[in-house]
């Protein structure tokens, strides 16, 4: 990742994500999504109110693999990132 590049921590909440191990049947929620601000800029949103915080705990897990070279950010759109998870999820091994 280039230098000048900014990296944003978001919280995505308003999900509907299909996923049986879920209580509800769905995620909901996506705590850590790190994301280049340009990304972010381009998928032509405004926020709407202040939320719960990032999953710290995921952030921290991201910041010591992203220091050792072992993680990276989104640089696509935030619909193209809520499409990415639905497919993550459904190879996912569900309970």
């Known amino acids: 990742m280039p230098d000048s ?8 909440e308003g999900l509907k994500i ?3 191990a879920a209580p509800s049947g769905f ?3 996506a705590g850590h999504l790190p994301v280049a601000e340009i990304s972010v800029s381009q998928s ?7 939320g719960e915080a990032i999953d710290l705990e995921g952030y921290a897990t991201w910041k010591a ?3 050792k070279g072992r993680a990276g950010i989104f640089t696509i759109s935030l619909a ?3 499409d990415f998870l639905e497919e ?5 091994p569900q309970s």
């Open 5 to 12: 590049q900014n990296v944003v921590h978001l919280r995505l």
């Open 65 to 67: 693999e992203w220091e």
């Open 44 to 50: 032509a949103i405004h926020k709407i109110g202040e």
């Open 27 to 29: 995620t909901e929620v």
């Open 18 to 20: 299909p996923n049986s």
């Open 80 to 82: 193209e990132i809520a």
């Open 88 to 92: 993550a999820m459904k190879g996912a």
